[in-house]
T-cell receptor
Framework: KAGVTQTPRYLIKTRGQQVTLSCSPI?????VSWYQQTPGQGLQFLFE???????NKGNFPGRFSGRQFSNSRSEMNVSTLELGDSALYLC??????????????FGPGTRLTVL | DAKTTQPPSMDCAEGRAANLPCNHS???????VYWYRQIHSQGPQYIIH???NNETNEMASLIITEDRKSSTLILPHATLRDTAVYYC?????????FGAGTRLTVKP
């Protein structure tokens, strides 16, 4: 079974631009979560989508948004990029994500550099 | 905030067992203990998880104390490729809060 895939793997943008990252979950997984990883803050939860609805949200500004499609693929968007948005963005998928703990499987990440 | 406490770094000799401790003294009855590892900015890799009982799989063993306030991840025969940051996470309803983890260095 194929793992979680993320595209693109690397991205360079300039301040003020916007960016869209894509995540394809493991086949059959319906929950997709997004994380930001920086050297200073570590791994931080952004949001989780299930059945095309945002179900959980971390403590990030409204410039960070996402969506999920009917095939469970997800995108996240960052508008008005700032230098501090430079990070590794990770996507993780799981089967259902409710009730009992449901193992999340991570993709390789997208390395975003903001100049 | 992360609900776990781990030592920031540990060393282990190649071929020996690596025992990574984790404290989770505020864990609730329905919360699981999960372990992931991350090798040099790759995506975190799932290792093992447990609720109350000890667990073992092809990668590692997880020992959870009877009061569930701490656990230990055991890599039985560490190799150089096990050098990574290991995260212990308490999970409920898919809510995963990562701490700083333990940087394990396996030395020849």
């Amino acid at each position: 079974k194929a793992g979680v895939t993320q595209t693109p793997r690397y991205l360079i943008k300039t301040r003020g631009q916007q960016v869209t990252l894509s995540c394809s979950p493991i086949s059959g997984h319906r929950s997709v979560s997004w994380y930001q990883q920086t050297p200073g803050q570590g791994l931080q939860f952004l949001f989780e989508y299930f059945s095309e609805t945002q179900r959980n949200k971390g403590n990030f500004p409204g410039r960070f948004s996402g969506r999920q499609f009917s095939n469970s693929r997800s995108e996240m968007n960052v508008s008005t990029l700032e230098l501090g948005d430079s990070a590794l963005y990770l996507c993780a998928s799981s089967l259902e994500g409710t009730g009992v703990a449901d193992t999340q499987y991570f993709g390789p990440g997208t390395r975003l550099t903001v100049l | 905030d992360a609900k776990t406490t781990q030592p920031p770094s540990m060393d282990c000799a190649e071929g020996r067992a690596a025992n990574l401790p984790c404290n989770h003294s505020t864990i609730s009855g329905n919360e699981y203990v999960y372990w992931y590892r991350q090798i040099h900015s790759q995506g975190p890799q799932y290792i093992i998880h447990g609720l109350k009982n000890n667990e073992t799989n092809e990668m590692a063993s997880l020992i959870i104390t009877e009061d569930r306030k701490s656990s230990t991840l055991i890599l039985p025969h560490a190799t150089l490729r096990d050098t990574a940051v290991y995260y212990c996470i308490v999970v409920n309803n898919n809510d995963m809060r990562f701490g700083a983890g333990t940087r394990l260095t396996v030395k020849p």
